[in-house]
């Protein structure tokens, strides 16, 4: 059994079934309960359970502090190529895009790796448009090669790979794999993704597990909001990570609730997502598990951000670009590039002494692989 046949039997689930039957007093239940199921946590999604966010944040606070204490990890992407072989409507780097298309060499590997190393940071995350041929397997093994001497912890944010081509670049040093499905509605999933090889929904879907069993430490999912409605994304996505959590109890699971930002093409969020719902879907998914790490990106603002970090975030991005090579070699690259506009532009060490002075410890290092 995978993953996509827990995803079968609850497609045609009726979300809105459930809300219409909820009472006031069921959310007040939920949250005076130390541990909730599957059923409840969708009481926390439902449209009633926004008369309650305060009480839901009291309680996510708690969780977050018991299990995480105040330290936030701190890491940055780190964009190698921006060839691709998808049509996905939503991102800056479809094959359609009139954009400079670029890969790193060895040589610019490195510079940018002696750059963000600079700033302190030793958690880095590689990332690659999706094209098997323009970044082979073999040239994220020779990147991974040279970023090994900079950083302690390498994730991949790669096209979906089989479990053999995961434990190989395990091999190699990476031990984090961030792969996102984007939309859990496969219907929905098939229109947005017009062609290329991400059209393959279950191939994609069951990454992360491939990736958990050629044994990377830590698995990271997400969905991008704004693509389908958030509360059945969010179930998903919820259903998802607690699947990997049981079936992988020696694997860190994290999960990241991105939005849909403004890219070359100018596509639209299908669905709204406000600053209320994001709180929201931090809030529930920090209550139903504790131990969940929750990112945050700069896709979202520097207010919302430091808004949002006390109801469950536990890792954010910091002096990050969305353009390849685009800590060193900046302003070469073009903005139009770039694979999504970030909102918040500070740098690593503006986001740490915000950290501070918010009481939090940033931590730059938490993993070393002997």
Not at 85 to 108: A, D, M, P, Q, T
Not at 256 to 277: E, T
Not at 282 to 304: D, M, N, V, Y
Request: neutral net charge; glycine residues 6%.
């Amino acid at each position: 059994m995978s993953f996509y046949d827990i995803y079968s039997q609850y497609k045609n689930f009726d979300l809105d079934k459930i809300f219409r039957k909820l009472l006031p007093v069921s959310i007040q239940t939920v949250l005076e309960k130390d541990a909730i199921d599957l059923n409840q946590f969708i009481l926390l999604l439902s449209p009633q359970a926004e008369n309650s966010l305060e009480g839901m944040a009291q309680k996510a606070r708690t969780i977050t502090r018991r299990n995480f204490g105040k330290t936030i990890q701190l890491y940055t992407p780190m964009y190698l190529s921006n060839y691709c072989e998808n049509s996905c409507i939503y991102c800056g780097f479809n094959l359609n895009n009139v954009i400079e298309r670029r890969k790193l060499n060895l040589e610019e590997v490195e510079k940018e790796a002696q750059f963000i190393s600079a700033s302190g940071l030793k958690h880095i995350l590689i990332l690659t448009g999706e094209s098997r041929v323009k970044s082979p397997v073999s040239y994220i093994k020779d990147c991974v090669g040279i970023l090994k001497n900079y950083f302690s912890s390498v994730s991949i944010e790669v096209y979906p790979l089989t479990e053999d081509e995961y434990a190989s670049l395990g091999a190699t040093g990476v031990d984090g794999l961030t792969i996102y499905q984007e939309v859990y509605d496969e219907q929905l999933y098939a229109k947005m993704h017009i062609c290329g090889p991400k059209k393959d929904y279950k191939f994609r879907l069951d990454a992360p597990e491939r990736g958990a069993k050629a044994k990377l430490r830590s698995i990271s999912i997400g969905a991008l909001l704004g693509l389908g409605d958030w509360r059945r994304e969010v179930f998903f996505l919820a259903l998802h990570a607690k699947y990997l959590q049981d079936k992988f109890p020696d694997t860190e699971i994290g999960v990241s609730v991105p939005r849909v930002q403004p890219q070359v093409g100018d596509f639209k969020a299908v669905s709204r997502v406000s600053d209320q719902n994001i709180a929201q879907i931090i809030l529930a998914l920090r209550i139903f598990l504790p131990r969940l790490g929750i990112a945050l990106s700069t896709r979202e603002g520097p207010f919302l951000r430091e808004a949002l970090l006390p109801l469950g975030i536990t890792k954010i991005s910091a002096g990050s670009t969305t353009a390849v090579g685009g800590h060193t070699l900046w302003p070469e690259s073009k903005q139009g590039s770039l694979q999504f506009q970030i909102q918040d532009q500070r740098s690593v060490e503006e986001i740490k002494i915000m950290l501070e002075k918010r009481g939090y410890q940033p931590v730059f290092k938490d993993w070393l692989d002997f």
